[in-house]
């Protein structure tokens, strides 16, 4: 939050004194709503007075004036009602949240100040404004609650769009669970219970964290705010600290609606809130925020040739809101369950074959409008007539959609076209009463049919009669006084007039009555139009009022059966993400995958965002079993290694989403969880360096990976000397060989470690080849057999523009030119790899030890060698292996 933010959101102290009754309703509110700015309404515009006005006219960049009244002088600034949502994305922007006051009485009716009331409290993770939202995807705000003591379900964690009505709770028995599933959800926003403590830290910078009412959290409390909502929450939710979480959850999300309340129910609550999701982390793949980042899910990293282009971005053929929520739920959730694996994929082959259906279904879905986010409108008494409007063309593909699924043979397709209930009353109700092209304004009339109600209709045509009647009255005056310039007129201040310019006011008949002067002519009123004048006036307000009314009442009685149409919804979503797997696979060559079996067997498989994005692409071979499930893969940089194990575990999370996926053929286990190490950066914020990022996340790999995993490495120690990494890299890959078991792709150019793989007999050799020629060199982008011969580090430099000279120095010092070695610098690395990598004997020249070309540079301490002969790399355990090095740099005399 902006850092006068406390200053700019408590009651105003320059109002200590005696106020005027407006401002005192201001203070009032800013005190009720000391968390947030308060926009409070003044006609046409939101005002900010004194210190609040002053944050707002800065960040908003709006003239800051002043206020004269009884009360003294101070400052205000306002932004204008009509436009009010761009400038409240700003204040979002800057870290505030924004209470919203509106008039919630007519000023025309009010004998004293006109009351006003918060609406709504506009926050990052309860916005329902499209304006606002700025998108289909789903905006989350969470709520962490801590039970007392620990054990498997210590924390609870729910997630709520307030937009949408998806809300979700689980359980977690560490803070590392609770970070993983925040991973997923990202969520805007998030409350946070009393006991929390430093759980605060599981959520991003960019995430508005707030200590909430403890009360709110209370369980007793809680269990009745859940209840309310929906039965009993020892029938959903697994534990007091979900309950809690539940509960503050929903406590939260009333107060950011405000006093605006349903039209019938109760003020705040959200009656749309039907449909709370359960759910256990074990039951979905997990992938954390690392492997989120790392594999580029939603977001591009720009890396591997795939600038700005993220997965969802190639796989995303949806045609409407709801189904790319959908289809960002499964990749955010894969499946662990083979059976709801195989249904989706059965209904993606069928669609996939049926090609007359599935173009038929995609153009009918695209004229879908976002059925949840319309629901929560109607249901917070906030949807117009183009809503309900909205509403009813979206219920009107129904039939169609249905009809395009009758004769569908899998199980899934089957079962949705059971599901897309027409809702053929709600639609006909919204056909019978609202205009086919109604205004924005819900009080400017013309919203409702004509015929829809018939006292509305008379006073519509008493009011049209009396226009008509005007309209024919200049014409008739113009002829009975012979004045061609007389004009029939009206404004908001006067009425209607009758206006004769000044040289001919001698014709202007008796019973003519004076009623505006202006500088040329005059303006009159007839005892007959100002009759008609009154008859049209209050026709047209009675008939506003009725409207308005009349349109409420559709409103509510359409708010009634949310559910229903939340059903559909969901039927509505899933269709559409089915039809866009299936649209992709048939477009782009898709397989679907084998699922179930015992090995990774993928044949030309392909990297589904880098093939999109580079002319041609080389697929690749996958062979993983449980008697070789790791792979350590060599080869020079920008020859394919990252992307290749990138595209493996892609392709296993698209297959566990329920997508066919990029190969020829593929056969695939169930993956549990896929973690990854491939890349590193300084933590600068959190004090970490590259390297302990790095060994944090290995840690992490090495304590949860299990024998279904997919771990990806990537150049794993290179954050630390050569001699250290190659020690860590050898231990990890010995542990998940030995002790793991895990789905294993480690690519390394530490060359000496291919010769460790070849000690181990679940471990294989993989290799990325290169050839050098009179142009540089080339890259095949194959993967083979074995380990690689060279690394050709000096010819990437080259390519990457290294200048000349600095490139040939570098060849120089490869080779190992004699006048170097005589200087005492570096010579060729170990002769076994001959690619400048030097293995675990390549101790720098300053530490003592081995020198690159074999001979001694001083004698080594003998307790180092003592110990070193002590090592039993078979048997030593990751977290031994680094205790030991550290001893053995201490001996060597480098601690």
């Not at 009884?70 to 009509?82: F, I, K, L, N, R």
């Not at 759910?279 to 997990?286: G, I, K, Q, T, V």
């Amino acid at each position: 939050m902006d850092a006068d933010a406390d200053a700019a959101l408590g009651p105003p102290e320059a109002m200590a004194g005696e106020l005027t009754p407006m401002l005192t309703q201001y203070r009032d509110l800013c005190a009720r709503y000391d968390d947030s700015l308060v926009l409070f309404q003044v006609g046409d515009f939101y005002e900010a007075f004194c210190e609040a006005a002053e944050t707002v006219a800065r960040l908003c960049e709006i003239t800051l004036t002043k206020r004269e009244d009884s009360t003294g002088t101070y400052p205000m600034a306002g932004v204008p009602v009509d436009n009010a949502e761009s400038y409240i994305e700003t204040l979002l922007d800057a870290g505030y949240r924004v209470a919203v006051a509106d008039q919630v009485e007519d000023p025309e009716e009010a004998t004293g100040p006109v009351e006003r009331a918060v609406t709504r409290v506009v926050t990052p993770g309860t916005l329902t404004e499209a304006e606002l939202l700025g998108g289909a995807d789903n905006n989350f705000v969470a709520a962490l609650a801590r039970e007392d003591g620990s054990g498997e379900r210590a924390y609870g964690l729910a997630m709520l769009d307030v937009s949408t009505g998806d809300f979700y709770a689980t359980g977690a028995s560490d803070l590392d669970a609770v970070r993983d599933e925040v991973g997923r959800f990202a969520p805007a926003e998030a409350v946070v219970g009393p006991a929390v403590g430093e759980g605060i830290e599981v959520f991003d910078d960019d995430c508005m964290v707030t200590p909430y009412d403890p009360d709110a959290f209370e369980a007793e409390r809680s269990r009745e705010t859940v209840g309310s909502y929906f039965g009993p929450p020892g029938t959903l939710l697994a534990s007091t600290a979900e309950v809690r979480a539940c509960g503050a959850l929903l406590a939260y999300a009333e107060y950011a609606r405000g006093g605006a309340g349903s039209e019938d129910g109760d003020p705040g609550r959200l009656d749309y809130l039907n449909h709370l999701v359960r759910y256990d982390p074990r039951e979905y793949m997990l992938l954390d925020a690392v492997a989120v980042d790392s594999l580029e899910l939603f977001e591009p990293r720009s890396v591997h040739g795939a600038a700005g282009t993220a997965l969802v971005d190639v796989v995303d053929e949806t045609a409407c809101a709801m189904g790319r929520r959908k289809l960002h739920d499964w990749l955010r959730r894969p499946l662990l369950d083979a059976g709801e694996m195989a249904a989706r994929h059965e209904a993606v082959g069928e669609l996939v074959r049926g090609v007359a259906v599935r173009e038929g279904l995609h153009e009918r879905l695209a004229d879908v409008y976002d059925l949840e986010r319309l629901v929560a409108r109607v249901s917070r008494a906030r949807a117009n007539a183009r809503d309900l409007r909205s509403l009813h063309d979206t219920l009107a593909t129904l039939p169609d959609l249905r009809a395009s699924l009758a004769d569908a043979e899998s199980d899934r397709l089957r079962e949705l076209h059971g599901r897309l209930d027409p809702v053929a009353d709600v639609r006909e109700a919204i056909d019978a009463a609202v205009a086919e092209d109604p205004p924005i304004e819900l009080t400017e009339g013309g919203v409702l049919r004509e015929g829809y109600h018939d006292r509305l209709d008379e006073l519509r045509a008493t009011e049209r009669e009396g226009k008509a009647w005007i309209d024919s009255l200049q014409a008739e005056e113009r002829e009975r006084t012979g004045v061609d310039s007389l004009k029939v007129g009206h404004n908001q201040v006067h009425g209607y007039y009758i206006e004769v310019t000044d040289p001919n006011l001698e014709r202007v008949p008796e019973e003519y009555q004076r009623r505006q002067t202006l500088k040329n002519a005059e303006r009159f009123v007839t005892p007959e139009l100002k009759e008609r004048e009154d008859e049209i006036v209050r026709a047209e307000g009675r008939a506003d009022d009725l409207e308005y009314e009349l349109f409420r009442e559709l409103r509510s009685s359409v708010a009634e059966e949310a559910e229903r149409i939340q059903r559909v919804a969901r039927a509505v979503a899933e269709l559409d993400a089915l039809v866009s797997f299936a649209e992709v696979a048939a477009s782009h060559g898709y397989a679907r995958p084998e699922m179930g079996g015992e090995a990774i067997e993928i044949r030309g498989g392909r990297h589904p965002v880098v093939e999109r994005t580079e002319r041609s692409f080389v697929p690749n071979d996958t062979a993983l079993g449980r008697d070789a499930p790791l792979a350590v893969i060599t080869g020079p940089n920008m020859s394919g290694k990252s992307t290749y194990m990138r595209q493996v575990a892609l392709i296993c999370v698209l297959a566990q989403a329920g997508s066919f996926v990029p190969a020829e053929t593929a056969a695939l286990p169930v993956i549990d969880r896929v973690f990854t190490r491939v890349g590193a950066s300084d933590d600068i914020a959190g004090g970490r360096s590259t390297f302990m990022v790095e060994m944090t996340e290995l840690a992490d790999i090495l304590a949860g990976a299990t024998a279904e995993s997919l771990v990806l490495l990537d150049e794993v120690g290179r954050g630390t000397s050569t001699a250290d990494g190659f020690a860590i890299a050898r231990a990890v890959t010995e542990h998940l060989h030995d002790e793991v078991g895990a789905f294993t792709l480690f690519a390394t150019h530490h060359h000496d470690l291919t010769a460790v793989v070849e000690t181990l007999p679940r471990a294989r050799n993989r290799h990325f080849e290169a050839t050098r020629g009179e142009e540089g060199v080339t890259f095949d982008h194959e993967i083979r057999d074995g380990a690689a011969t060279a690394s050709y580090g000096v010819d990437v430099a080259r390519m990457a523009g290294v200048p000349d000279p600095v490139v040939e120095r570098a060849r120089d010092l490869l080779d190992g030119a004699p006048e170097d070695r005589a200087n005492g610098h570096a010579g060729p690395a170990t002769a076994a790899n001959g690619d400048g990598h030097g293995g675990a004997g390549a101790v720098d020249s300053h530490r003592g030890g081995a020198t690159a070309d074999g001979g001694r540079a001083e004698e080594v301490p003998p307790e180092l060698l003592e110990a070193l002969d002590g090592v039993d790399l078979g048997s030593t355990t990751p977290l031994e292996a680094l205790n030991t090095l550290a001893e053995l740099k201490r001996l060597a005399g480098d601690g």
